[in-house]
């Protein structure tokens, strides 16, 4: 059966699982760990992207966001991408870091939200990365230790989070940390990590009895929520559809851009992708190839084509200008 495509509404909430291919681990020590949630946090600043939890573990990561005005699929490219070149380029290896296709569950915010932070904060304690709730508060590979205060993370939206527990920020602390604690004993919530008619109703003997009342209710696999709410964001992502770019679109707005920049900056197409290295082609095609990679997705191959130089090449470019911001993520980088 093919799969469907993603239900990517800017301003949804999404429960978002990554996942190491083959089960491998996509951090390795705390630098890498570094390197991940500085670039959760930066791109989400870019792409204002609201990010309420998350929990990073060896061989996966888990997000709860709400998508931003470009929607889900563009801040989830740069973020993997662009990790998985620095991942790739630090540990001397190639190929696929994460799974192709990561999961991501369309939530109902009124029923799950603060449910869904619960279960993404506990994480680390379920694998047993930390001994304790008192740990985990101040684990700083995890969004709980933010929104108790102990881990600094601006671009995590700890406000929005800490209002469903009360008005007070002292006492909203202490009742989001009763209810995680009050979690710890439901492990593996299987409900929370798929949509569907029996993780939306709560299981299947919920179902059953619908079924013998006769009640029906419209589900989608990609959405946790109610019949009315799978019915609303199915409606309104069939017409976002419509109008959303394909991989050729995105090519073909990339040859735009390469036009318009050479034009302003009095440089010639032709000259660009002959490879010529007078010093302002050069600052012209480094700058484009940001922009082709981070911003049209496109590879390191087909920008090196549309720049007429190799992927090494446009690699490298990358590299000297994180090399002179180390503190700003690399861009999308994928051969």
Known sequence: MPRQPRLDIPGTLH????????QRKIVTDDQDRKNFVSRIGTIASETETAIYAWALMSDHVH????SGPSGLSRYMRR?????AAYYNRRH????????????????????????LVRYIHLNP??????ESLAKLDRYRWCGHSVLMGRIKGNWQDRDCVLKWFGKKEGEAKKAYRRFVKDGIDQG????????????SYGGWSAVKAMRRLGVQKKSDERILGSGEFVEQLIQQSDKRRKVQFS????????????????????????????GNRRQNISMVRSQLAERLVEEYGLSLTETGR????????????????????????APNRKA
């Not at 429960?15 to 083959?22: A, D, M, N, Q, T």
């Not at 999961?103 to 603060?114: D, H, Q, V, W």
């Not at 318009?260 to 197409?269: G, I, T």
Request: positive net charge; charged residues 30%.
């Open 63 to 66: 997000i709860l966001l709400r």
């Open 247 to 274: 991989a050729t679109e995105r090519l073909q707005q990339a040859v735009v851009l390469v036009k318009k920049v050479c034009k302003k900056k009095n440089v010639s197409v032709k000259a660009l992708k002959s």
């Open 92 to 115: 001397h290896r190639h190929g696929h870091l994460f799974q192709d296709r990561y999961k991501s569950i369309a939530c109902e915010e009124g029923p799950y939200f603060k449910e």
């Open 188 to 199: 593996h919530r299987s409900d929370l990590v798929g949509g569907g008619l029996i993780r």
């Open 306 to 329: 549309q720049l007429g130089v190799s992927p090494s090449a446009v690699a490298k470019s990358l590299i000297r200008r994180d090399r002179k911001n180390p503190g700003r993520p």
């Open 125 to 130: 304690l379920r694998a047993k990365l930390v």
């Open 15 to 22: 429960h978002v699982i990554v996942r190491g291919i083959g």
């Open 79 to 83: 973020l993997l991408s662009s990790y």
